[in-house]
């Protein structure tokens, strides 16, 4: 069997490739059939011009369908922008003359606002096809034959931007003329770089301070396509998820959120949140989680009380040193409680009153409602704190 064919044997053909699959905000369901039909040689009379692909792909019907792609060319401010920072250094000039293109001069012009290849927004496909995808998979399987062309000439990548071979090497080539550096001023010369000593010399300065985290997080984007079918997916889930990971990622930076947390710690995070996920929605979350919708609202409960070490009181149970259970139980006696004390490994129960010695050597409250404990308040240093009776207050 002959090896699969690949796409991008170039860096420049492979960041095309790349570019496609992660930058330029496309359909990645619908990438992968586009490979496929460019594998079996569907595509046929394919051009490349200024800002513009053409392009025939054989279908399911007889006649082929007709494929243009457009892609967002450069302003002339833009083009100055990039001609600048290939102008600098002589290499960026020289390997350009040599049909290559510099790595360091794709990133650089892209930091610099001019980026060669595609990103969202910049490609703009029409097919004569039904699917109403973006990309269907007759475009997709262009996009992939493009980047042979990019593979064979990377200024294929400055035509799709709006400027010809010649007309980028002859500019290129008139910055680098003496008349041109010797001029005005108007092109800039190139760069001479940092030499060690100078960059050793140079005061470090202190990093501008970061923004303040903000009193709430802010609402997810709203997604251009529904997810497909076949996902089982949909754009009110989707929303909720990332709701969600904008409010993580706002207790991360207020230093309250915790990265390491189990599939259970997390779940029970969820629950919890009333503003991303209603309750109504935690019978759906239980089932999707596989646990009982009993146990999930305990764990949920348990996080709003105490966070993590509150659902690790709730589910965990530990030995603790027998001293540290003596005080409680001593608590509990004192009480004048008609019910006897009895202790198992590092819980002291009374009645329907549990106190419950955390691994974090805090102690936790609990009150029995039939046969099930629920955490009642925030945790406390001592269990003479907790040791009140219930119904009375603290």
């Keep these: 069997m002959p090896p699969r064919r690949t796409f991008g044997n170039t ?16 359909d990645p ?14 595509v046929s009379g394919l051009s490349i011009g200024a800002g513009e692909v053409t392009a025939r792909v054989r279908g399911s019907l007889p006649q082929p369908y007709r494929v243009k792609i457009r892609m967002r060319e450069f302003t002339p401010q833009a083009w100055e922008t990039l001609l600048d920072v290939a102008g600098r250094r002589l290499g960026h000039t020289a390997a350009l003359l040599d049909g290559e293109l510099p790595e360091e001069l794709a990133a650089q012009s892209r930091e610099a606002g001019a980026d060669l290849l595609p990103g969202p927004g910049d490609l703009r496909p029409r097919c004569s096809c039904p699917d109403p995808a973006n990309p269907c998979k007759h475009v997709a399987a262009v996009y992939y034959l493009v980047a042979d062309e990019v593979d064979a000439d990377p200024f294929v990548l400055f035509k799709l931007r709006g400027r010809p071979r010649d007309e980028v090497l002859a500019d290129l080539r008139a910055r680098r003329a003496p008349s041109a550096r010797a001029g005005s001023g108007s092109v800039r010369p190139p760069d001479p770089g940092l030499t060690p000593r100078r960059a050793y010399s140079r005061r470090v300065t202190a990093p501008p301070a970061l923004p303040p985290v903000p009193a709430e997080p ?5 997604l251009d396509l529904d997810p497909p079918p076949s996902t089982g997916w949909t754009t009110g889930a989707l929303g909720t998820l990332a709701a969600d990971a904008a409010s993580l990622a706002r207790e991360l930076l207020a230093g309250t959120g915790a990265v390491d947390l189990t599939f259970e710690e997390d779940l029970a995070r969820r629950a919890a949140r009333p503003a991303a996920r209603p309750a109504a929605d935690v019978p759906a979350l239980a089932s999707a989680a596989g646990v009982s919708v ?4 305990a764990w949920a409960h348990a996080w709003r009380e105490a966070g993590r070490p509150g659902l690790s009181a709730l589910r965990d149970t530990w030995t603790p040193a027998a001293a540290a259970l003596a005080a409680a139980r001593a608590d509990l006696a004192e009480a004048g409680q008609p019910d006897p004390v009895k202790t198992w490994r590092n819980r002291v129960t009374q009645g329907s009153l549990q106190l419950r010695y955390g691994r974090d050597h805090r102690w936790y409250r609990f009150l029995r409602t039939g046969p099930s404990w629920s955490l009642d308040g925030p945790p406390a240093a001592r269990p003479l704190d907790l040791a009140y009776p219930p119904g009375e207050p603290e």
Excluded at 11 to 26: C, D, F
């Design 218 to 222: 802010g609402p997810p984007a709203v």
């Design 11 to 26: 860096w420049w053909g492979r960041a095309w490739v790349e570019a496609l699959e992660h930058r330029a905000s496309l």
């Design 294 to 297: 009993s146990d999930l609202a």
């Design 29 to 42: 369901n619908r990438l992968p059939r586009g490979r496929t039909y460019a594998r079996k040689d569907t």
